[in-house]
């Protein structure tokens, strides 16, 4: 190990970097050390690398587990500016320490950093070897609050990482350190203790009070304006604040009031740095911005018949969302820029992949169409007086166009003459039309999450690296920010030949297929399904392919020459169960699970590489990699299992939930409590409500097992496991799992009533509990995700019969029973409402007819009935009755005034139209059944409706008599009153 470090300090020294010191304090990572976080502000450049022992308390596994330490040895290396080329000097530094590039499948993957308590983010990737991750890369954004420029590049070594592969050690204590001296023997007490002293022994509360000490201090450097000794009190603070977390004594509320803290004062350092640094006049220099490309002259092409136009954005690697998007927006964007010119063309076709974006137009013409241009001036009748003479709104449009009256031209608009002049436009030749249109469409190029490199004008989602435009055999010539538009293209960096000049856009793609990659993410799919299916089915198993879908996509947009590997594990990971497994699969390494027929987990999966490799070296990589999560998985799952569930949920009260709100087991708690109100008052039948009472004495237990602390997204599934492994009935376990569900938008729904009424009782008491004390979102935030679980809650009650009759009202008025704090009528208030919004929204993108939405919003309270409701309109579209009952009820509402009682004196009508409404309504009130039936109630009302439309026939409203005036609202009021409890009528369209 210590060889290997030798290695990268000569290498990075060898790039002009300097060397210095691990921070003396305890840090989580590199990037805390002030040889980075202080030093990537400012102008002054800066190259940099060094060793950075990283403690992280919360992977403190007490040695014994293979992959997992509470201090990890990170190299960090700093390029201030970013250098242009930083990923290939990166793959420079593997071969530095013997990795070949060409042999193993080396990949940079979507990772974006960010410290919410440094106020620091950037964009970036992890570095995949064989798909094991051991370097951490990121262009940094901001530092401290301040935007970067200079922007640096940071590249972060996992140590222990890269020498478990290289080694072919599976613990890393078996790592050699130098000769006959292993990782183990130097470091294994350490790793031992401080495990102990942060998962057992650390005290909280002294830990606290030196949390708050540090940060006083640290606030007192600051207001000293001495910013070194700040930022040391700032990591101090951070350390203390990551041991309480180890000790499960940091509720949520908590983890954002201490983020907040040290990033106000992360904030006032990095401000105060940039000063003391400006005050000594940048002791280091200031770097030197890049310069924009020099303007391309521009000569005509030389060619006269239509050729093909070939665009390429070359992109270090793209998110798989942001390629899939870029290739929708370059669309738009050439699109539009042709639309600019007046050249002829074909068919536009963009496609993407992780590295490059292409545009290719066929027929592009040679040369735009010769144009006439007519300016139009004043009509004609107001060109010239009586006499003859040109008035002076002609002699103003002449004078503007330079020319004379008497030159001026007459042309007809839609029957009308007016003085113009007709200008004779030229075509321009493709170069010279083509020119500026492309470069404004590579210049507007955005994405979800922009970012700044060396670059003096481009902001895009990753760097863009270099501009290929051709027509024909010509170079279309443009610059962008610090590129120039050319012919060379890149391909994989593995290549023998790893860019090249491509002689025209006609052999465009196919050069790039010669060389590997394939453009189209179709076909990218498609060989990426046919290479897994032929491999899994080499071993009598199958992928399935239809369950994997998304994966898939997304598995296209991370590799442009996909290679296929089949790898295998060990029989014996088979006895964990294979939810997680095929969770670790899919999330971490996006590898495909390979299946027998009936769906069961065989030993085998399949990767895609990307690229030419050494196909045994990536398959045992890949398989080392799975091997070390499954030990990880295994690990847990085994102890876990150990563990009655009634014991875990023990330790649910060493993990709180939010500020004011107690524990997990606290939650727990009310999360049962509420589910027994909930079931009193549905219909549960006695063996429903049985699987409820056992299963609410256990909810939320495994949040306290080592399995779900790791994979979070296993919450709910490892409850059903461990429950069903300590012998408790099945549909308890399955109660247990479906209180999770669902976790997203279009996720599986509970399946029984139990684990419905548990999961909205989850639900609820989140949102009670959260808004009571933190507040509901408000505009794009939602740190809480509040919005996720409303709509979990009524997509729950929509899905469940059991619940048709529940009020979320009513529920949220028994969850705020539970809370240890005070729920005002008003914050209840604001949940409805808040509900409201959140189910109106999804009925919209659900496609339901505004009107319609708007109408059944009475009954938001009852999701269930919402879309019974919803039926029923739609059913009642064609529906004669109910077009008139519509009719009727809106006319009314238009006429009666707002607030009117639905009273009247009976005695004071008298006209037959009047009378004869009264006896129809007085026949209708004393036999109506639901009006929410709405096809009954619009059977029912059918007199009513007819007598409503002789009374307007028939009778004034608005007598003058005020007695009969009042009578006669009162009475269409009650009739209005038949049908409020049903709907809001006047939102309904077609009446």
């Not at 990121?138 to 996992?158: C, D, H, R």
């Not at 002259?297 to 665009?311: E, K, S």
């Not at 045992?620 to 799975?626: Q, R």
């Not at 028994?814 to 509900?835: C, M, N, S």
Request: hydrophobic fraction near 45%; include cysteine; charged fraction near 25%.
């Amino acid at each position: 190990m210590q060889d290997a470090l030798a290695r990268l300090d000569e290498y990075w020294i060898g790039q002009g970097c300097l060397t210095v010191q691990p921070m003396n304090t305890e840090v989580g990572a590199g990037t805390l050390n002030p040889a980075t976080f202080l030093r990537v502000l400012g102008p002054e450049p800066w190259r940099v690398a060094y060793v950075e022992p990283s403690v992280r308390p919360d992977d403190a596994r007490y040695g014994e587990n293979p992959n997992r330490i509470q201090c990890h040895t990170q190299y960090q290396v700093i390029i201030k500016p970013e250098p242009g080329n930083a990923q290939e000097l990166y793959l420079g530094s593997l071969a530095a320490l013997g990795i070949d590039v060409h042999e193993h499948d080396v990949r940079f993957v979507e990772d974006n950093w960010a410290s919410p308590a440094l106020g620091a983010w950037g964009l970036g990737w992890e570095v995949w070897l064989d798909g094991l991750e051991i370097t951490q890369f990121t262009y940094f954004q901001q530092a401290g609050g301040v935007n970067l420029k200079p922007v640096s590049v940071e590249i972060t070594y996992g140590i222990e990482r890269i020498l478990m592969a290289l080694q072919g050690v599976r613990h890393f204590k078996e790592i050699r350190y130098a000769p006959g001296v292993t990782y183990g023997e130097v470091f294994g007490q350490s790793e031992y203790e401080m495990s102990r002293y942060a998962l057992d022994d650390a005290d909280v509360e002294s830990t606290r009070r030196m949390l708050d000490l540090f940060a006083a201090e640290a606030q007192r450097m600051i207001d000293l304006r001495l910013p070194i000794p700040a930022h040391t009190f700032v990591l101090k603070c951070s350390h203390a604040f990551n041991v309480l977390d180890a000790r499960g004594a940091i509720s949520t509320a908590e983890r954002t009031a201490e983020f907040a803290r040290m990033r106000k004062m992360s904030a006032a350092v990095a401000e105060l740095w940039v000063e003391r640094r400006a005050e000594l006049e940048h002791p280091l220099g200031v770097a030197s911005a890049a310069e924009p490309a020099a303007a391309p002259a521009v000569t005509p092409a030389a060619g006269t018949g239509a050729r093909r136009l070939v665009l390429e954005v070359g992109v270090e690697e793209m998110p798989p969302s942001e390629a899939r998007s870029a290739v929708t927006q370059l669309r738009t964007l050439v699109t539009e820029a042709l639309a600019t010119t007046r050249l002829e063309h074909g068919v536009i076709a963009v496609d993407a992949t992780p590295r490059r974006l292409v545009a290719v137009v066929d027929d592009v013409a040679a040369r735009e169409a010769d144009h006439e241009r007519i300016v139009r001036g004043p009509r004609l009748t107001a060109a010239f007086g009586p006499d003859g003479s040109p008035t002076p709104a002609a002699l103003g449009f002449a004078r503007s166009q330079k020319t004379d009256v008497d030159a001026l031209e007459r042309v007809d608009v839609d029957g009308v003459t007016y003085l113009a002049v007709v200008r004779k436009e030229q075509g321009r030749d493709v170069l010279t039309a083509l020119s500026g249109a492309l470069a404004t469409a590579v210049g507007t190029l955005r994405s979800a999450k922009n970012m700044r490199w060396s670059d003096p004008q481009l902001s895009f989602t990753r760097p863009i690296r270099w501009i290929a435009a051709l027509w024909g055999d010509e170079v279309v010539p443009f610059t962008v920010g610090a590129l120039a538009a050319g012919r060379t293209t890149r391909v994989l960096r593995s290549s023998a030949q790893p860019q090249f000049d491509v002689a025209s856009a006609e052999e465009f793609t196919d050069k790039l297929a010669a060389a590997g990659i394939v453009l189209s993410t179709q076909a990218r799919r498609e060989t990426i399904v046919e290479g897994a299916v032929k491999l899994a089915a080499s071993v009598g198993g199958h992928v399935d392919v239809d369950g994997e879908a998304a994966l898939l996509d997304q598995i296209a947009y991370l590799v442009e020459a996909p290679t296929p590997v089949l790898g295998s594990f060990e029989v014996d990971y088979l006895r964990v169960p294979h939810a997680i497994l095929t969770t670790v699969m899919r999330k971490h390494q996006r590898y495909l699970p390979v299946r027998d027929q009936d769906g069961g987990l065989q030993p085998y999966f399949v990767t895609i590489a990307n690229g030419a490799i050494d196909e045994d070296v990536v398959r045992a990589g890949n398989e080392g990699v799975l091997r070390a999560r499954f030990e990880d998985a295994s690990f847990f799952f085994v102890a876990d299992s150990e563990v009655a569930p009634e014991q875990m949920r023990t330790r649910l009260t060493t993990l709180t939930f939010a500020d004011k709100l107690g524990s997990m087991r606290d939650r727990a708690d009310r999360i049962s409590a509420i589910a027994a109100r909930l079931a009193d008052a549905v219909d549960l039948d006695a063996a429903d409500r049985a699987v409820l009472d056992q299963a609410r004495e256990l909810v939320k237990f495994d949040l306290g097992s080592q399995m779900v602390t790791e994979l979070t997204s296993l919450a709910g599934v490892m409850a059903r496991e461990y429950a069903l492994g300590a012998g408790k009935p099945e549909p308890v376990a399955q109660a247990l799992l479906e209180v999770e569900l669902p976790r997203s938008a279009g996720d599986t729904l509970p399946a029984t009533p139990a684990g419905a009424i548990l999961s909205l009782a989850d639900r609820l008491d989140y949102l009670c509990g959260l808004a009571a004390t933190v507040g509901l979102p408000t505009g794009s935030s939602d740190q809480y995700a509040l919005r996720r679980a409303a709509l979990g809650l009524q997509a729950v009650h929509r899905a469940t019969a059991v619940l048709f009759p529940l009020s979320l009202v009513d529920g949220l008025r028994i969850a705020a029973a539970q809370q240890p704090v005070d729920v005002p009528d008003a914050v209840l208030d604001g949940i409805g409402e808040f509900l409201g919004r959140r189910l109106e929204q999804a009925l919209s993108e659900e496609g339901v007819p505004v009107d319609r939405a708007r109408a059944v919003m009475l009954h938001s309270d009852r999701p269930a009935l919402v879309d019974a409701l919803l039926r029923r309109l739609q059913q009642l579209e064609d529906d004669e009755d109910f077009r008139r009952l519509v009719e009727t009820m809106q006319r009314i509402r238009r006429i009666v005034p707002a607030g009117t009682a639905p009273t009247y004196a009976a005695e004071v009508l008298s006209e037959p139209a009047e009378l004869r409404l009264h006896g129809a309504l007085q026949a209708v009130a004393g036999s109506l059944g639901d009006v929410t039936d709405l096809a009954a109630f619009a059977r029912d009302t059918r007199e009513l409706n007819a007598a409503v439309t002789a009374f307007f026939e028939d009778v004034f409203v608005m007598a003058h008599e005020p007695e009969v005036r009042a009578a006669r609202l009162g009475l269409l009021a009650a009739v209005a009153d038949l049908g409020t409890p049903a709907l809001y009528w006047e939102h309904l369209r077609g009446a």
